[in-house]
Nanobody
């Protein structure tokens, strides 16, 4: 089992920045990839970005490419989502997820562990 806890959400003005953290604990050595998803009210959960655990390679949804950056701290078993140039349409609950079997994972079914989410609101 892997436990994931997100933090860092909040209210930010358009054009602002936030950094989300995802702390992993448990059987993290089995992790193939970690990812970030988001879900706005009335919408399906959508992929934001991911990181391959072995290589550290990252990949992103087109909607956030160039604005969001994923990084990790192996010593802390923590993954970060740096969000810059935030827009009102980025408002959502952001979820961290871990996959034990898919090194490149962009679908919700690629992930077997999920955090509870953290709210990000972009508004003036």
């Amino acid at each position: 089992q892997v436990q994931l806890v997100e933090s860092g959400g909040g209210l930010v003005q358009p054009g602002g920045s936030l950094r989300l953290s995802c702390a992993a604990s448990g059987r993290t050595f089995r992790t193939s990839a970690m990812g970030w998803f988001r879900q706005a009210p009335g919408k399906e959960r959508e992929f934001v970005g991911g990181i391959r655990w072995s290589s550290g390679g990252t990949y992103y949804a087109d909607s956030v490419k160039g604005r969001f950056t994923i990084s990790r701290d192996n010593a802390k078993n923590t993954v970060y989502l740096q969000m810059n140039s935030l827009k009102p349409e980025d408002t959502a609950v952001y979820y961290c997820a871990a996959s034990s079997f898919a090194p490149i994972a962009t679908r919700t079914r690629d992930y077997d562990y999920w955090g509870r989410g953290t709210q990000v609101t972009v508004s003036s």
